[in-house]
């Protein structure tokens, strides 16, 4: 109750309709407007509001209160259940009150028997969460929902004592949110206002946008209120970064800097035992070491053990889910965990092998804003080598990949938890050449119109990955089809008469295959002319070049846009022709070399001749990860110059 007494000692009032008359929140709902003064919403959120109380521990109480009206029926569709979720080891929920506006004036309180809290549908993560519903029925176009809620708590679970303590924050006297103030629909007014004791410090930092800020001051208590009105539905581009990178939102924090961010999640798992090892762990890791070469290939070998024998599964082990490491010997155990832990015995490993080794946290997605708050949603490892750096390893995103981290997570922010405390840092983009993917095919063509020959690719890096990945994770039957596939989805005449390639749970060397084939009708064959399209121009192997997924139809961007990985591909044919077919340069008709280079990418592209045989060489490399704006032209042109090589035919007069 001490939460909603505050509340009216002192009197909030963010809206004339957040405690006013049933006659106002109605008038609200008629002048609102319809759907033709909002033709691309389903749903008009005439106010969103939540007004939250932090406690000298930390521990925070959230009211949130919310007026939509339904624009179309589509919209009332969307209404007809509203769903909630929580985590009840760090948070308690509950529905306060839920109302229906009829458009004819009719008001419905919506009972308790139509709200319903049951286990959140998971996968994987198997840690307890719940949801709740609230199934209102059928709304009419004109219908307004209204829904007040209580949330005590905060967004992740650590190791408690009594009631209270599983809701205050892991760093206790502190508190954090992170507040999107986007939307998909428009929004009349959205408020967030915190109130906390006025000797705690809060930092807090608008991105993406504009918004008023008042700040006042009430027994004792600082108070900040943050509204943004009008807010339009945020239109994405295809291929763009996560929302949370480009979108406004709020960010607030009274964590004094990253560095006691870093001391306290050393800690809390230092203090838990995370990393302590038993006799069959230790017994484990000499058994893995034997034969190792080097301190690389020890900590290569531990980081792939953890990765390809650690299952990714996450079970609920009660207190101490959330930030705290499960304690290596249980996972070790049984031998599944979900990123935190398999880092976590990463750490304890390193660390039976005589390195030092520390835990470390990230988000994987999008990026850390710098502002200490909690942006966090993955766990990762660091190893101090003899060059005194520590380097990133990541046993969840390396199974059965020949990197120790993952390049997908260049150009992401990390806080590595030591002693000393730690500042955020950024891992920098790979070079492409070491995600290199090489194609080679020699041949020739038959005078009937065929081409026979032999392809050889060579990957490496996460061109080797995402080759290798489709195979480690499908039957040994299925290996052949998922490879061939690439080819017979662009040739499906396509005959193979041999095929080979490197084992895939084998990765002390890149990825390799080797394929002879025939394909029928290859060219199209007349008395006077050969016409057709060199192998290597059309998109093979086109999964392993997933940069030709974005799509180029858009001139400019306005947001950064994001492919899988930084990446040079090089393509080379050499095709030989029949005897006579022949005799100059006349003879053959080419597409001019085109070439392109930018901050984001570069394109090389040519034809030359020799004697019987046309070469086709073609070089592209992808600079980033992530891409700005600027980026676009380069990358563009990249796409562009690669689609015009597959659309363009080689005329030779016989």
Avoid at 233 to 254: C, H, N, Y
Avoid at 322 to 346: E, Q, S, Y
């Amino acid at each position: 109750m001490k939460f909603i007494i505050y509340l009216s000692v002192i009197g909030l009032s963010l809206f004339t309709g957040l405690q006013a008359q049933t006659d106002e929140m109605q008038s609200m709902i008629r002048n609102s407007g319809t759907a033709a003064e909002y033709p691309k919403s389903q749903v008009l959120t005439l106010f969103d509001s939540t007004i939250v109380l932090v406690e000298e521990s930390g521990l925070s109480h959230f009211q949130t209160h919310t007026l939509q009206k339904v624009l179309t029926s589509k919209g009332g569709f969307n209404l007809s259940s509203v769903k909630f979720s929580y985590d009840p080891f760090s948070a308690m929920m509950m529905v306060k009150k839920v109302r229906i506006y009829r458009k004819d004036g009719g008001i419905e309180e919506v009972l308790p028997s139509r709200i319903y809290d049951y286990p959140q549908p998971a996968n994987l993560i198997l840690w307890g969460a719940r949801e709740i519903m609230i199934a209102p029925g059928h709304l009419d176009v004109g219908d307004a929902l209204e829904i007040i809620t209580y949330k005590k708590g905060f967004s992740y679970a650590l190791l408690m004592d009594n009631e209270d303590d599983k809701y205050i924050p892991p760093m206790r006297g502190h508190f954090y949110d992170i507040i999107p103030f986007w939307a998909s629909e428009d929004v009349l007014a959205k408020v967030y206002q915190v109130s906390l004791p006025s000797n705690k410090e809060l930092t807090y930092r608008v991105f993406n946008g504009q918004m008023d800020i008042v700040v006042t001051a009430e027994n004792n208590l600082k108070i900040l209120t943050f509204t943004s009105k009008d807010i339009k539905p945020f239109v994405q581009e295809r291929g763009m970064v996560s929302l949370w990178d480009v979108a406004p939102k709020l960010i607030m924090t009274t964590a004094p800097d990253w560095q006691a961010k870093s001391r306290w999640f050393y800690g809390v798992n230092e203090d838990f035992g995370s990393f302590e090892s038993g006799p069959a762990l230790k017994a484990k890791v000499a058994e893995i070491l034997t034969g190792a070469k080097n301190e690389m290939d020890s900590v290569s070998r531990l980081t792939h053990w953890v990765a390809d024998n650690i299952r990714y599964m996450g079970l609920n082990m009660g207190p101490g889910e959330g930030f705290t490491l499960h304690k290596a010997d249980m996972t070790f155990t049984d031998r599944c965990g979900v990123c935190k832990d398999k880092a976590g015995i990463l750490v304890a490993m390193l660390r039976a092998a005589g390195f030092e080794s520390y835990a470390a946290m990230t988000m994987a997605g999008s990026k850390i804003e710098d502002i200490p708050a909690d942006h966090f949603n993955h766990s990762v490892t660091a190893v101090r080598l003899s060059d005194r750096k520590l380097h990133m390893l990541d046993p969840t995103w390396v199974p059965w990949v020949r990197e120790l981290w993952s390049s997908r997570e260049q150009q992401q922010n990390y806080i590595i938890g030591t002693k000393i405390g730690e500042d955020m840092e950024e891992i920098p983009v790979s070079p492409p050449e070491n995600h290199f993917l090489k194609i080679n095919v020699n041949s020739k063509l038959i005078p009937d119109g065929s081409l026979e020959g032999e392809l050889i690719l060579i990957a490496e890096g996460q061109s080797d990955a995402l080759i290798r990945s489709p195979l480690t994770r499908n039957y040994r039957q299925q290996w052949d089809e998922i490879i061939l596939r690439e080819l017979l989805d662009v040739y499906p005449a396509m005959k193979v008469m041999y095929l080979s390639y490197s084992d895939p749970y084998d990765y002390s060397s890149p990825f390799s295959l080797k394929i002879n084939f025939l394909i029928k009708d290859f060219a199209l064959i007349s008395t006077q002319y050969a016409l057709f399209t060199p192998m290597l121009a059309q998109p093979v192997f086109k999964s392993l070049n997933p940069y030709l997924r974005i799509p180029s139809d858009q001139e400019e961007r306005k947001y950064n846009f994001r492919d899988v990985c930084s990446q040079q591909i090089e393509l080379e044919e050499s095709l030989t022709f029949p005897e006579k077919w022949f005799e100059s340069n006349q003879d053959i008709i080419l597409p001019q070399k085109r070439s392109s280079d930018g901050s984001g990418a570069s394109f090389l592209c040519e034809y030359t001749k020799d004697a019987n045989t046309l070469h086709f060489t073609q070089k592209t490399i992808l600079k980033k990860r992530i891409y700005s704006p600027e980026d676009w032209a380069s990358f563009r042109d990249a796409l562009g110059n690669r689609s015009y090589y597959s659309s363009q035919k080689i005329i030779i007069t016989k």
